[in-house]
T-cell receptor
């Protein structure tokens, strides 16, 4: 069955370190998204991609970057982790956001100490 | 201004009763869609129901229905015959055609079903 997987599920890192969160989907969806979830804020969009070599900034992109070298993967990199980036991170994909909803991964809980 | 507002941070409902979770939205885009997602304590995001701005009928999916009042810009989720497994966070979200159809989420409502 097609799926979207995130790894790791949990990570603890130190302030200032570079961290990469993986997202891999086998749906063959062109559209992929990264959100962060914080209490009281729901989910907020960090970055998104409409296809290979395409990346775009979302609402809360400062301190994050993504790259899209193939259809299946959209890794999220925190260039220099900060305590404010402690959060739960969700990856999602969609074949066509205009007509279909998103399929979400299970999330990565990141703690920056 | 908030695009999606969920005014109920937490709610209780008695098992087997119906419950309405409120969602109001703000958009000037004529083409938009509204979604509800459920997030149980395990953390995954589960799609429940969708309503398009041009849909004439209110959406229904099993025990879930969406009370769509376009003029009032509200899209409340109604869960009938609540079950203990309905205890979870519920998020309302909107996509807007003029904003690239990105999903914007509300802050969520925590629903607790009492036995």
């Amino acid at each position: 069955d097609a799926e979207i997987t995130q790894s790791p599920r949990h990570k603890i890192t130190e302030t200032g370190r570079q961290v990469t969160l993986a997202c891999h989907q086998t749906w063959n969806h062109n559209n992929m998204f990264w959100y962060r979830q914080d209490l009281g804020h729901g989910l907020r969009l960090i970055h998104y991609s409409y296809g290979v070599q395409d990346t775009n900034k979302g609402e809360v992109s400062d301190g994050y970057s993504v790259s899209r070298s193939n259809t299946e993967d959209l890794p999220l990199t925190l260039e220099s982790a900060a305590s404010s980036q402690t959060s739960v991170y969700f990856c999602a994909s969609s074949p066509d956001p205009a007509n279909y909803g998103y399929t979400f991964g299970s999330g990565t809980r990141l703690t920056v100490v | 201004a908030q695009k999606i507002t969920q005014t109920q941070p937490g709610m209780f409902v008695q098992e087997k009763e119906a419950v309405t979770l409120d969602c109001t939205y703000d958009t000037s885009d004529p083409s938009y869609g509204l979604f509800w997602y459920k997030q149980p304590s395990s953390g995954e995001m589960i799609f429940l129901i969708y309503q398009g701005s041009y849909d004439q009928q209110n959406a229904t999916e099993g025990r879930y229905s969406l009370n769509f009042q376009k003029a009032r810009k509200s899209a409340n989720l109604v869960i009938s015959a609540s079950q203990l497994g309905d205890s979870a966070m519920y998020f309302c979200a909107m996509r807007e055609a003029n904003a690239g159809n990105m999903l914007t989420f509300g802050g969520g409502t925590r629903l607790m079903v009492k036995p």
